[in-house]
């Protein structure tokens, strides 16, 4: 919540600067010279955060971040204050976001260098503040080894920085707003692989430099295109309450500390082996579960659109995908191919835990939001047992628990109910399609080739 921190200064000379950390911020008590100095306070200890309400709404593929601090000047004379926004280090690729209330897709402007603070705006009393955005130097782990104190600033790419005047005595309200992409890692050796969780992260503890205590405030976090079973608070630990589907943080005289920063997941992380090289030898493991990843199937489509222009939309695609021309499945009825069903087959049958669906057509961002999307399924199990679920509307896998499925899983039939519907095309489509099967122990597991 005070995750507003101090301008980092650029200075010519030698400057001394007080570091140590503790609740008055981040201090690094080291001499530099010739380079920029982190963190030097402009102003900051002459204001303190009466109240402040924090907003977090997780979507599908970014967060959308509101702030609102409840300011006053404590000091005896006015206080000129320059502050700074910390961002962090993203590894993502967006370059817009799509507005799923609206409709509309928002651009994000490349106000700054940085993904995790698009759209930055920020507010003095319902009037907009310039910010300019300031490269974070002690980013670089082999700086950090030469000055250990400087750890805290690891992940933070630069600071977006404003100017603020405050009277003596006033009361002020100070409001950010910013959209922030998702951390995230992946990488493979040969066949085997580990995709990391998105993650999302609040720097509390950077605005510890503000006068005193933060006297309130509170922290909603509330989910839209991220799963519960997604979902997790890594920290900080034992602080917020679950309401339905949102989680609340309240706090009184809060001085923050390293503890109190926000780290939020927003997928499950995995871990992906081929045991063998067959068609049946991928394994997937989440957490401390393995699960039999089936890739490989016999599908057939009540109906798929014609090829054209040498791009192929048959349903063979969503476990082959080769290349950009034979990317997706799209029905191909009129409309928006409500009831249409796809029927798979698998090579060999497995007690099942869960399908894996990438939803639309995910070759691009453009072509994902132009055509349909599945929103209501139908799953039929080997002709008899059903499952209704609904599918969240987003590029990135997604996965549908169907552990409930009584019997042992060869044959599963997907049924549309219902769409979000592409802005403009009514073709709905699907990209990827399989399945995760229930294992009673750990596979065998082979070093990667």
Not at 240 to 263: K, Q
């Amino acid at each position: 919540m005070k995750l507003l921190a101090l301008l980092a200064m650029i200075v010519p000379f030698a400057a001394v600067v007080d570091v140590q950390a503790n609740g008055g911020g981040y201090h690094v008590g080291l001499d530099f010279s010739g380079q920029v100095t982190p963190f030097t306070p402009v102003g900051v200890e002459q204001v303190q955060i009466l109240d402040e309400t924090l907003s977090i709404v997780l979507k599908a593929d970014y967060a959308e971040v509101n702030v609102r601090y409840v300011m006053e000047n404590v000091s005896e004379k006015s206080a000129k204050v320059k502050f700074g926004f910390p961002a962090e280090d993203v590894k993502s690729s967006y370059n817009w976001i799509y507005s799923f209330e609206s409709g509309q897709q928002t651009k994000l402007e490349p106000v700054t260098e940085v993904k995790y603070c698009r759209n930055y705006q920020v507010k003095l009393n319902g009037k907009e503040l310039r910010s300019t955005y300031i490269h974070e130097p002690f980013n670089d782990a082999k700086k950090v080894a030469e000055h250990p104190s400087m750890e805290p600033f690891l992940g933070i790419k630069g600071w977006l920085v404003s100017e603020m005047k405050v009277a003596k005595g006033a009361q002020v309200v100070l409001e950010i707003s910013y959209l922030s992409e998702y951390d995230s890692d992946y990488s493979y050796v040969s066949e085997d692989a580990r995709k990391e969780a998105l993650s999302f992260k609040y720097r509390l503890s950077t605005g510890a430099v503000w006068h005193g205590p933060i006297k309130q405030g509170r922290v909603k976090l509330s989910l839209d295109g991220v799963s519960p079973q997604e979902f997790k608070i890594v920290s900080p630990v034992n602080c917020f309450v679950r309401h339905g589907e949102t989680w609340v943080w309240e706090f009184e005289s809060l001085e923050p500390t390293l503890a109190n920063d926000i780290e939020i997941h927003v997928s499950e992380p995995y871990n992906a082996y081929c045991v063998n090289l067959d068609a049946n030898g991928y394994y997937r493991q989440y957490r401390e579960k393995f699960y039999k990843w089936t890739t490989t199937y016999k599908v057939q489509a009540s109906s798929q659109l014609a090829d054209a222009n040498g791009y192929s939309y048959s349903a063979d695609n969503l476990h082959t995908n080769q290349g950009e021309k034979s990317f997706a499945w799209s029905e191909g009825v009129d409309g928006h191919g409500i009831g249409e069903v796809l029927d798979f087959t698998l090579n060999k049958e497995i007690e099942l835990d869960s399908v894996l669906v990438e939803n639309g057509y995910t070759r691009s961002e453009e072509l994902f939001l132009s055509n349909s999307r599945v929103k209501d399924v139908t799953f039929v199990v080997n002709g008899k047992e059903e499952f209704k679920r609904t599918l969240l509307d987003r590029r990135r896998e997604q996965r549908i628990d169907l552990s409930e499925c009584k019997t042992k899983m060869k044959t599963i039939q997907l049924r549309i109910d219902s769409v979000y519907p592409g802005s403009k095309y009514e073709d709905t489509c699907l990209s990827d399609v399989s399945f995760l099967g229930k294992l009673k122990a750990a596979p065998e597991q082979y070093g990667a080739r």
